[in-house]
């Protein structure tokens, strides 16, 4: 990762504040930093930055499929995007196109186990194999906030060389932060008309994600975990809501969750006009009345977010980060009609975008902390 290319991201005065120093000097040291946010949802991760300075982010569904002994379609078929993982013998498949070739018995794990189980570590070295990276120096990953106290764990599980489809990935360095903080990192970086008064005030951030709705009070770049919390109620229950509202609209079962979430599409934007339905015995149902009966829903995690915040006169401004944040939008503005809403334009990637700046800034912070070190001495 070149400086040049990291002085487009990550400007003097923010680096400044980073090191609370006022002398940011030059550092000539190249580092291999990435970042992967493993959701309930999606595995979000990144892949470097291009010429432009821009973040190149991707992602694959949050589900692992076990892969086919055999094809059946031979030549005939187009191949699909997915890698091959050996997990202990067993062989998943993870990728964009797992849609394919997965079955009723290949569902997300959401539950409060999740780093717990085969399918996390599958979703990360899915993601190492992704990016293509023999050596990483430093890998940023990011916990719900209620799993904090398992980062020991996680580190011991990533941090290590692996083997990603017959070749080894050694990761020398694994950072793990909560990740509500890759939307306040994101924000914070690259805000940086707002970051003089980012770092002198309270800012919520809000974070829903798949399973979880989770939110955070910070003043600057420091937690108030009195304030901050995680409960469930993500997109998840959303999702259930609305099949339950069709379930009850056509007089039988409606359990597709899957089909919901592709209908939805909420790591895209909405287009005006677009109709989101899905199919029932081959008849099409439009989502727009069943996402209103889901209100209730959104409203239970909001009454849990003001309890725990308190008064939110002090608060400066609200960040909204996660790929769900468009379903929860209306309310957060409605609960807070006095504040500023952002809503961060990098949608599902908010977290691992923040991932990685902060990994860069973590990286080079340590590199010219070494240098300034030197000179003192």
């Not at 964009?96 to 409060?112: F, S």
């Not at 899915?126 to 980062?151: C, F, N, Q, R």
């Not at 909420?266 to 099409?284: A, F, M, N, T």
Request: proline share 4%; with cysteine.
């Amino acid at each position: 990762m070149k400086k040049a290319l990291i002085d487009k991201l990550i400007p003097n005065s923010v680096m400044a504040a980073f090191l609370k120093s006022d002398v940011v000097p030059d550092i000539n040291t190249e580092f291999v930093i990435r970042s992967v946010d493993i959701g309930y949802g999606f595995v979000k991760y990144t892949k470097g930055i291009d010429k432009e300075g821009n973040i190149i982010c991707d992602s694959f569904p949050s589900i692992a499929a076990l892969s086919p002994q055999e094809e059946m379609g031979g030549s005939f078929f187009v191949k699909r995007n997915t890698k091959v993982i050996d997990s202990g013998g067993i062989h998943w498949e993870v990728g964009p196109d797992v849609g394919d070739i997965k079955t009723t018995n290949d569902v997300r794990a959401l539950h409060e186990n999740f780093i717990h189980t085969e399918q996390w570590k599958v979703f990360l070295l899915g993601a190492l194999a992704y990016m293509e990276e023999p050596v990483i120096d430093y890998l940023v990953l990011g916990l719900p906030v209620s799993d904090m106290p398992k980062a020991d764990m996680v580190v011991e599980l990533a941090q290590k060389t692996h083997m990603v489809n017959g070749s080894e990935v050694q990761v020398k360095k694994v950072l793990v932060i909560p990740q509500p903080l890759g939307s306040l990192y994101n924000f914070a970086i690259q805000k940086q008309d707002m970051f003089s008064r980012f770092m002198n005030s309270n800012t919520l951030v809000a974070d829903p994600g798949y399973l979880t709705f989770d939110f955070l009070t910070t003043k600057g770049f420091s937690v108030n975990a009195h304030r901050s919390g995680a409960r469930p109620g993500g997109m998840s229950s959303i999702l259930n809501g609305i099949a339950s509202s069709i379930s009850k609209e056509e007089k039988t079962e409606f359990d597709d969750l899957e089909q919901i979430d592709a209908a939805l599409k909420i790591h895209l934007p909405k287009q005006e006009g677009e109709e989101r339905h899905v199919s029932l015995y081959g008849k099409e149902i439009e989502l727009t009345p069943h996402i209103k009966n889901t209100v209730p829903i959104i409203e239970s995690s909001m009454n849990y977010l003001l309890q725990k915040i308190g008064t939110s006169k002090d608060i400066n401004q609200i960040v909204m980060g996660g790929g769900s944040s468009g379903i929860f939008v209306k309310s957060i503005k409605r609960q807070f009609p006095k504040h500023q809403v952002i809503v961060l334009d990098d949608g599902i990637f908010a977290n691992s975008v923040g991932f990685l700046l902060w990994g860069i800034m973590t990286a080079y912070g340590l590199e010219i902390q070494n240098t300034l070190n030197k000179k003192a001495s």
